[in-house]
């Protein structure tokens, strides 16, 4: 399977990471993966939604520049793209990370 | 005129500011408001786009407790929530001002 593209560094847009952390599912994946580095979608600890749904809000988080995706056979992993966002947006990765009492 | 009510800090959510932020209208507003302080409405630098739509705009970004109005007399003054924001969520007032070249 194809590793699906991420946007560059210097393409990512600060209202495009807004709009895809401005959802309580994907800001609560984006802290688990900030908190917790590399996950398997399985693991993302979002309860109660379908598989659909999910492959929704990572594709969403994934155009969006904030997670890059990697697969090994049937599964796959994600991450935050910290050092890309500490790069283009410095403090962003640490007000996901406070994002946890919400 | 009342006044509109605006959530206190404690009841602010980094996901519903990242919301109101994910729109490229509002995104602008909050910019030019985090760069030059209080402005009256009609002068937010944001075109085409007619006195309703940006009333939309306004109650959104209010709600989610990114600015403040101040009425005097028929005029509406807007300004963002700085200090609010900073000790809430330190580093968003400086991400959304490095917004600029979006």
Redesign the interface.
């Known amino acids: 399977m194809k590793t699906p593209t991420i946007p560059l560094v210097s393409a990512l ?4 990471v ?7 599912v994907r ?1 609560k994946i984006a802290h688990c993966l900030a908190r917790s580095g590399e996950k398997n979608c399985s693991a993302f600890e979002v309860d109660h939604i379908s598989k659909s749904t999910l492959s929704h809000h990572i594709k969403i988080l994934r155009e969006a520049g904030l997670i890059q995706p990697r697969i090994e056979g049937k599964q796959h992993f994600y991450s935050l793209r910290k050092d890309d966002l500490n790069q283009r ?4 990765v ?3 990370l ?2 946890s009492e ?1």
């Open positions: 847009s600060l209202t495009a807004c709009n895809a952390l401005g959802d309580p800001m947006f410095p403090g962003l640490e007000l996901i406070s994002a919400e």
